[in-house]
């Protein structure tokens, strides 16, 4: 029977991560949406959306005080995995998102939005063999 500790898997995650993250090429320059949840990058890479996470949930904004308008913070995991290719669906097409439908690289670690907000890059790394990038649009006023 083989025994291991749940510590030293962990472990080995982590460190397998951080090696593969050594020498990591920069995030991309631009991220268009193609397709609810799919982005390419300037070389042609696709990116998914496999986690988009809202703080204070809906669930919170929903309990706060009446008449107080919050707008939560969203924050998206991002894989870059190959995907079958698709026609891009125009603007038009697209059902309705918080998430835009580009990304720009800017200054200072991060992503201006098409509706000109920003996202900061929270994380970018590799997981095993999957890159991952790790945006989060804080409110309006934050800036």
Known sequence: MLCVRLEDLVGRRFAMASEASRGFREPPDRLWVRRPGI???EVGRTWVAVVVRFSPSHRALARSSPGRTHEPSITV???QIPVHRQ???????LPLS???????LYPGRRYRATDS?????MDHG??????????????????
């Open 39 to 41: 982005y390419e990058d």
């Open 77 to 79: 995991h991002m894989w």
């Open 87 to 93: 026609e891009p669906m125009t603007p038009s097409q």
């Open 98 to 104: 918080r998430l835009p439908l580009m990304w720009q």
């Open 117 to 121: 907000r920003l996202w900061e890059i």
């Open 126 to 143: 590799q997981i095993y063999t999957t890159e991952e990038l790790i945006l989060s649009q804080q409110p309006i006023g934050d800036d």
